[in-house]
């Protein structure tokens, strides 16, 4: 019987995430009757709306049940829970394997969106796969007849970078399994066990035995689950015995892996890119749905790419073929979330127009052998009449051979009866249940070690229990007492573990490397209930103790981030460091929250690389970091964070930075060529292939700031700056300066500073970037045959300006004059210049890069050989600034505008007096016409008789205002400087009294410090500007007592 329909399509939306709550993240879906809509967090007009067969709201209306688990908190409540989950999608799985369909459900999502809760669940909240395999136990007991016989085989593998790996088989894999085609049957894996089951317990059991599997796999590799496919095949035969009769129905409950997209830097584009195959099934099994939907559309499609991959061949029935093909697709509902939820509907959209045409599978058994045996005869003959006429064809007759031998293993395995099967199947079922009986007892016993993975699915499920006396912990079991553990940077004899009167203590042997509770243990210490474990790079354990010191306590508060966090604050980067302690009830930014998650993320798998690089001897040090961390940009704002990953040659001391993507999308192939090392393959690869080799490149090393403030009065600026790297550390000193100048390049002197910026209007205005030299360069003294560039954009120009490289020398003589020419000063320009930095990068090169050569492009140059520079207002976005954390720092910051509100009013008392000094020349003018007369003594001379002054006066009040301007502008660059610092200081951890307690010394000296410095900048312009004053005053006077 031949049923033709298409793929049916759910959506459930989950509640908000811890990360998306401390983010304060908004709810950006809403979901009514099969519809699902999403907005845009920056345009909420932008909206889209999405029609599924079914959708799920699981975001809000729930509670915790007493046995944990989450139902909906009312009768009106829209919350969708486990079990109308299952009741919608699990028995409509069971209800096609029945009629005898093939039947599959994929769950897809973003890592994290709640797709293994949907299908497997969470300790007692039961997914979709459990619930699933019990109702139909149920199912079978009450539908029990003495000529009716149900079988149950239950199979469990795991797709991992392309490589197929059998959860339930404990023999070794090398490789993984293979893949094969049958004509008749399609795609299926070779040599994958098969359980007979006849209880839901034993296929619990099992499930608990391959997940415990997938958590110590043998790669040692740290395979989450976010990053392999799983499939659970149950495969129900229904024989009737009186009409012999079977129907068979295979059923597929696949966990795909995480769909997010990997965010690129937007900056290298990584020659290997496409090399790593641990994308390659998701972006294949998007290619298939593709094309099948145009196909259903009626649209003429030439090739649907199964064979591209290991997961689209195993799944060609699921999609397109003979089976009952459902979908769920799980979102978040977080604005952070917005582009990954988008994506995932619109690929749910496309899937839910395949077409299946799924059949009865009544009787294979009886049709398979009918085929094997007649495809058998066939290669007997084609194998005789090869060896008759002689030919020597090696290649095509082993291949008949295997597919000959593979027909009858088949064979076998068919013949071979359920009963049979059943009595293999209980040996090994009383072998596990004495394990699992043990194991229970000895959690009443012994303190043990219980395993965190990075996937919460994967923790606790391997236990090592500490007996009394000495354990040797490391990869050797061959002493008396030991746990073996095969991970990275772990050794024969790694650790020994004493329990004795009930005390345990831990100590590493020799140089094998054991963190306890984040800190690096040297010495024998005492493990205490809940301590947290890591052993050589990243086999982490969280320490259970007697039973006796057992409380209430969540266990699961200590998860895989909680171990990573952990480390990165013991190591000073912890949310404080981010500047993520909420203060005032601020919101903090997701952007830096998204950093500081990406950091203990990543940080796991920098340690496993490492350990990688060493065992494969390529001599590379890879070290996490965070770009920008201390960096500002040319307002002074924060600039956006990203995870960094530097790495360093330890022969050749060459540096490459790479982008958190590229490093994630390396570190996949560096483990496909790791696994081939371990299985004793040869790994050798031509450069361009290895994941190792990168070309050699420019690294930037720090950021100096130069403010523009002082063009705005033509006051000329002689400044020694701090190149600061993203950590804040000081790199090395540029001396420079920033000169007004006229249009032939001479310097603008006193005379020619301005009191009011406005007096620039519509004028020209031409200044000069003088970079003398870069003096201390660290870059240059951990190896003196490096190179050093600066790179610099001036205003909003398009294009970015360099020096010239300076090789071999720690203080680089530069000596570079570039003139800039703005042919018409706006009020824009003036607003630009008063709030906002030259921002100079410090560039290092290295034997072997091209040196940094930038675009020209269509440079305007004046007739003096001035760079034109056409300013106009800039769209500044509104992410790029990050609210300051510490709140010292904040008050300061205001401190500073308040100054500056002064310095406002203090040019508005100058306005006046600017005024007033009009009138007195036009005076001066009359009495110096006057002076003519003989019998009047002039002006002139009274001024000289008053004051000593010679020559026509001029308002040098002016000059004296001018030079009082150009020496606090100067001073007010230094607490601009200072002021960055204060921002770049972080403090220890806070367990660690005594540096706590210097840093603060220190932090409290700097403030007072900056303090001061401010506080002097203000007297002295206002003493400064009191002097003018009261000599204006005088002269005032002087001319009203002549007239």
Not at 644 to 654: G, L
Not at 727 to 743: D, K, R, S, Y
Request: glycine share 6%.
């Amino acid at each position: 019987m031949l049923s033709a329909d298409s793929v049916k399509v759910a959506v459930r939306v989950r509640a908000f995430n811890q990360t998306e709550k401390d983010a304060g993240s908004c709810c950006i879906i809403s979901e009514a009757s099969n519809n699902i809509t999403i907005w845009d967090p920056r345009n909420r007009n932008n909206t889209k709306t999405f029609t599924f067969d079914l959708s799920y709201w699981s975001h809000s209306g729930f509670v915790k049940n007493e046995e944990g688990i989450l139902i909906p908190d009312g009768p009106t409540s829209r919350y969708a829970d486990q079990r109308r989950m299952f009741g919608d999608l699990g028995q409509g799985v069971l209800n096609n394997a029945w009629k005898g369909y093939n039947a599959t459900l994929l769950a897809y999502g973003q890592t994290g969106s709640g797709k293994s809760y949907t299908m497997v669940g969470y300790g007692r909240d039961r997914g979709i796969i459990p619930l699933t395999c019990e109702e139909l136990f149920k199912a079978i007991k009450q539908n029990q007849e003495h000529d009716k016989q149900y079988q149950i085989y239950f199979s469990m593998l795991e797709i991992y970078n392309e490589r197929v790996i059998d959860l339930l088989s404990k023999n070794k894999q090398p490789g993984g399994l293979k893949v094969r085609e049958n004509p008749q049957t399609g795609f299926y894996v070779e040599n994958l066990k098969s359980v007979p089951c006849e209880s839901y317990e034993q296929i619990e059991q099992l499930m608990k035995e391959g997940n415990k599997k997938r958590s110590t796999a043998s790669t040692n590799i740290n395979a989450t689950s976010s990053r392999s496919h799983m499939i659970i095949t149950i495969r129900f035969k229904q024989v009737f015995l009186k009409e012999h009769l079977t129907k068979q129905s295979d059923i597929n409950l696949v966990d795909l892996a995480g769909s997010e997209r990997q965010k690129s830097s937007g900056s290298e584009a990584d020659h290997l890119r496409e090399g790593t195959a641990i994308n390659l099934s998701l972006t294949t099994l998007g290619n298939v749905i593709s094309a099948l939907a145009e196909i259903a559309m009626g649209r003429k499609v030439l090739h649907v790419p199964y064979r591209n991959s290991t997961l689209t061949k195993l799944l060609q029935s699921a999609l397109g073929g003979n089976s009952k093909t459902m979908m769920i697709a799980t979102v978040s509902p977080a604005d952070i979330c917005y582009e990954e939820t988008l994506a995932t509907l619109r690929y749910a959209e496309r899937t839910k127009n395949i077409q299946n045409k799924a059949v009865i599978n009544e009787n294979p058994t009886e049709r398979l052998l009918q085929v094997l045996k007649a495809e058998n005869a066939r290669l007997r003959s084609k194998i005789t009449k090869i060896t008759n006429t002689g030919q020597r064809v090696e290649e095509e007759t082993k291949e008949l051979r295997r597919s000959l031998a593979e027909n009858e293993l088949q064979m076998a395995e068919i013949l071979t009866t359920w009963e049979q099967r059943l009595e293999v199947a209980r040996k090994e079922w009383e072998q596990q249940y004495l394990t699992v009986t043990q194991e229970q007892h000895m959690i009443q016993l012994f303190p043990y070690l219980s395993n965190v993975n990075a996937d919460p699915q994967l923790s606790a499920f391997v236990k090592h229990f500490i007996q009394d006396g000495e354990t040797v912990v490391g990869q050797s079991g061959s002493f008396p007492q030991a746990i073996v553990i095969k991970g990275f940077g772990i050794t024969d004899k790694h650790a020994t573990i004493t329990n004795r009167d009930s005390k345990v203590t831990l100590e590493p042997h020799g140089q094998a490397k054991v963190t306890l509770n984040g800190v690096l243990v040297l010495t024998k210490v005492q493990l205490r209930h809940l301590d947290r474990v890591i052993l050589g790079s990243n086999s982490t354990y969280l320490y259970v103790g007697y039973p006796c010191e057992h409380n209430s306590e969540d266990l699961t508060k200590y998860d895989y981030d909680f171990f990573q966090s952990e480390l990165a604050a013991v190591e000073g980067f912890d949310r404080d460091a981010l500047g993520l302690t909420c203060r005032n009830n601020r919101k903090v930014d997701p952007s830096v929250l998204a950093v500081f998650h990406d950091y203990i993320r990543v940080k796991p798998m920098v340690a496993e690389v490492n350990q990688i690089s060493e065992e494969l001897n390529k001599n590379l040090l890879f070290e996490l970091e965070v770009k920008n961390l201390a960096l500002a940009d040319s307002r002074g704002h924060d600039l956006i964070k990203e995870v960094t990953v530097k790495v360093t040659n330890k022969v050749t001391h060459q540096v490459w930075v790479w982008s958190r993507a590229k490093f994630v999308n390396r570190k996949f192939i560096m483990e496909d060529m790791y696994q081939h090392f371990v299985d004793g393959e040869n790994i050798s690869v031509d450069r361009e292939s290895d994941p190792f080799w990168d070309p050699i490149e420019a690294v930037h090393l720090g950021t100096a700031y130069v403010w523009l403030q002082s063009l705005n009065y033509c006051i000329a600026l002689e400044e020694h700056v701090e190149f600061h790297n993203s950590q804040g550390i000081e790199e090395a000193i540029l001396q420079m300066n920033l000169v007004p100048c006229t249009t032939t390049g001479q310097p603008l002197g006193e005379d020619e500073i301005l009191i009011d910026p406005t007096e620039l209007l519509d004028q020209r205005l031409d200044f000069q970037v003088q970079i003398i030299q870069c003096l201390g360069i660290k870059w240059l003294k951990q190896n003196s045959k490096r190179g050093i560039q600066i790179w610099y954009r001036v205003l909003n120009h398009p294009y970015p300006f360099h020096t010239q490289p300076v090789w071999n020398t720690v203080n680089a003589r530069i000596d570079q004059v570039l003139q800039f020419t703005v042919k018409s000063v706006s009020q824009e320009l003036l607003n630009y210049l008063q709030n906002h930095a030259l921002v100079l990068d410090l560039w290092g090169l290295q034997e072997g890069c091209a040196e940094m050569a930038s675009s020209s492009g269509d440079i305007e140059i004046t007739d003096e050989g001035s760079i034109v520079i056409d300013y106009v207002s800039p769209q500044l976005p509104s992410s790029s600034r990050v609210e300051m954390g510490n709140d010292q720092l904040s008050e300061l910051s205001v401190k500073l505008s308040k100054l500056e509100q002064e310095i406002e009013l203090l040019r508005d008392v100058n306005r006046t007096l600017s005024k007033e000094n009009v009138t007195l020349k036009g005076t001066l003018q009359r009495m110096t016409s006057d002076a003519s007369r003989p019998e009047e003594k002039s002006f002139h001379q009274m001024n000289i008789q008053a004051f000593g002054c010679r020559g026509t006066p001029k308002a040098s009040y002016e000059v004296e205002f001018a030079k009082a301007l150009k020496t606090f502008y100067q001073s007010m660059n230094r607490v601009r400087s200072q002021l960055l610092g204060l921002r770049r200081h972080r403090p220890p951890d806070e367990d660690d009294v005594e540096m706590l307690r210097i840093y603060l010394d220190k932090q409290t000296q700097v403030i007072k410090d900056f303090g001061d410095c401010l506080e002097s900048c203000t007297n002295t312009l206002k003493n400064d500007v009191s002097l003018i004053v009261k000599k204006k005053r005088e002269r005032t006077l002087c001319s009203s007592m002549t007239k």
